[in-house]
């Protein structure tokens, strides 16, 4: 089964910038659609961008199209988010998740990692 690990989170201060990793290590990452997804304090999911299996991008937040930006590493076996200007709303749990293509719900990704915690706050 396919296990999903992020890393990269952590305490920053507003503008400030983080990159969370998401990477798998028995099974191909290049083979599925990774979206990252977050959770904020008493809120839902919320999606956040996706990059499926041959590059293709998608932003589900318009204002994150600008402020974060999605990558993947191949020979890293490794999918990226950079997160620059960094906002207090932007605090929450980020998780990445694997699915066949990238979905704006995210009940229809298959497998999820644990979760990064990013706090955001001077």
């Known amino acids: 089964q396919l296990q999903l690990v992020e890393s990269g989170g952590g305490l920053v201060q507003p503008g400030g910038s983080l990159r969370l990793s998401c990477t798998a290590s028995e099974f191909a990452l290049n083979n599925y659609a990774i979206g990252w997804f977050r959770r904020a304090p008493g809120k839902e999911h919320e999606g956040v961008s996706c990059?499926?299996?041959?590059?293709?991008?998608?932003n589900y937040e318009d204002p994150v199209a600008g402020q974060f930006t999605i990558s993947r590493d191949g020979a890293k076996n490794t999918v990226y988010l950079q997160m620059n200007s960094l906002k207090p709303e932007d605090t929450a749990v980020y998780y990445c998740?694997?699915?066949?293509?990238?979905?704006?719900?995210?009940?229809?990704?298959?497998?999820w990692g644990q979760g990064t915690e990013v706090t955001v706050s001077s």
């Open positions: 998740a694997a699915a066949i293509a990238c979905y704006v719900r995210y009940d229809h990704y298959d497998y």
């Open positions: 990059i499926n299996s041959v590059g293709g991008i998608t």
